[in-house]
C-alpha cells in the first residue's frame, strides 16, 4: 500500500501570512497514462471534506487562488499565499494513483 | 448544483448489517464513478471502496479492510448509490461520506450519515 505522510501535523498560522504543507508519498504517484493523481482536501470544522486541488496543482472550481499546489513523483507542496481565517481546519493529501490513500492530516489554526 | 445526499447510518450490533444509501441529483449519475470513503471518530479520511459506470464494466473495488463484507452498488434508474455492510465491526463505526470520482480524485461529497457499531 502507498502511505502518504505529512507534515506538519499541526500548523499556527497569522491571518494574511503564508502557510504550507508538505506532503510525501512511499512510491512515486506517476501513473501509466502519464498523469500524476495528486489531490488535497480541506475540512472545515463540522463540516465534509471538499477538494482543492486535483492532479498536484490544478484547482477545482470555486477554490480562491491563494491555494496553490506544486510537485512531483513523491513529493508534493500545498501553499496558501495568504491564510484567511475561513482556512482554519483539516487539510488532507491523497494519491489516487495506486487506488486510493490519504494522509494523516494537518490541522491548521489560527 | 450537483448534490449527494446519504442516508441509513444508526446503531448497530458487532456482526450487523445496514445498507446505506446516496441520492444524487444535478448531474448524470450513469456517467459517473463513485465511491464511498468514511471517517472513523477524531480520526483521518479512507477510502472505503468503489464502482465503476456501467460503460466502464460497472464493477467494483474495494479496500482490503472491507473486501468480503462490504458490497456496492448502484440503481442508474433512481440516481442512487448503495453501499451493504455486513459482518460489521466495532472498527467500522465512522460517518460514511459518498463522493463522486474524477480526476483520479473524490471531486464532490456528500454530508455524510453515521454508522456506530455497538453491542
Known amino acids: 500500500d502507498v502511505v502518504m505522510t505529512q507534515s506538519p501535523l499541526s500548523l499556527p498560522v497569522t491571518v494574511g501570512q503564508p502557510a504550507s504543507i508538505s506532503c510525501r508519498s512511499s512510491q512515486s504517484l506517476v501513473y501509466s497514462d502519464g498523469n500524476t493523481y495528486l489531490s488535497w482536501f480541506q475540512q472545515r470544522p463540522g463540516q465534509s471534506p471538499r477538494r482543492l486541488i486535483y492532479k498536484v496543482s490544478n484547482r477545482d472550481s470555486g477554490v480562491p487562488d491563494r491555494f496553490g499546489g506544486s510537485g512531483s513523483g513523491t513529493d508534493f507542496t500545498l501553499k496558501i499565499s495568504r491564510v484567511e481565517a475561513e482556512d482554519v481546519g483539516l487539510y488532507y493529501c491523497m494519491q489516487g494513483t495506486h487506488w486510493y490513500t490519504f494522509g494523516q492530516g494537518t490541522k491548521l489554526e489560527i | ?119
Open chain 2, 1 to 119: 448544483e450537483v448534490q449527494l445526499v446519504e442516508s441509513g447510518g444508526g446503531l448497530v450490533k458487532p456482526g450487523g448489517s445496514l445498507i446505506l444509501s446516496c441520492e444524487v441529483s444535478a448531474f448524470t449519475f450513469s456517467d459517473a464513478w463513485m465511491s464511498w470513503v468514511r471517517q472513523a471518530p477524531g480520526k483521518g479520511l479512507e477510502w472505503v471502496g468503489l464502482i465503476k459506470r456501467k460503460s466502464d464494466g460497472g464493477t467494483t473495488d474495494y479496500a482490503a479492510p472491507v473486501k468480503g463484507r462490504f458490497t456496492i452498488s448502484r440503481d442508474d434508474s433512481k440516481n442512487k448509490l448503495y453501499l451493504q455492510m455486513d459482518s460489521l465491526k466495532t472498527e467500522d463505526t465512522a460517518i460514511y461520506y459518498c463522493t463522486t470520482l474524477s480526476l483520479g480524485g473524490m471531486a464532490v461529497w456528500g454530508q455524510g450519515t453515521t454508522v456506530t457499531v455497538s453491542s
